[in-house]
């Protein structure tokens, strides 16, 4: 079973930016993994989306973002590295929030995404803390 560690939280000030990093904590591949996500909780409210990587059989990438991150964050993915990373640019104050990474062995697109806006993935991280000051 996989164990994902995120890191690369922190505080910044509005406009800046972090790099969050999902690694696995144990031998397993990343490459195993078809479906992968970061989702985030503030307090208060319930855990939403924030971006969606599916890698198709062929290799192909696609990726899909929360309207409130589009053109400001991106997914990604490094095999070597055997992690998952996502780049946050023009941080606000309401991206605010606890940010989990999770994976799924799901190998259907369709169903990637439908997943992820049950926010049911199979694996999840403890989570990383990112506060965005005004």
């Known amino acids: 079973q996989v164990q994902l560690v995120e890191s690369g939280g922190g505080s910044v000030q509005a406009g800046g930016s972090l790099r969050l990093s999902c690694a696995t904590s144990?031998?397993?591949?990343?490459?195993?993994?078809?479906?992968m996500g970061w989702f985030r909780q503030a307090p208060g409210k319930d855990r939403e989306g924030v971006a969606r990587l599916y890698i198709s059989r062929s290799g192909s990438y696609y990726d899909d973002y929360a309207d409130s991150v589009k053109g400001r964050f991106t997914i990604s993915r490094d095999n070597a590295k055997n992690t998952v990373y996502l780049q946050m640019n023009s941080l606000k104050p309401e991206d605010t929030a606890m940010y989990y990474c999770?994976?799924?062995?799901?190998?259907?697109?369709?169903?990637?995404?439908?997943?992820?806006?049950?926010?049911?993935?199979?694996?999840w991280g403890q989570g990383t803390q990112v506060t965005v000051s005004s």
């Open positions: 999770a994976v799924d062995r799901n190998r259907d697109r369709s169903t990637c995404a439908r997943l992820a806006g049950e926010n049911n993935f199979g694996y």
């Open positions: 144990t031998s397993e591949d990343i490459l195993n993994y078809y479906c």
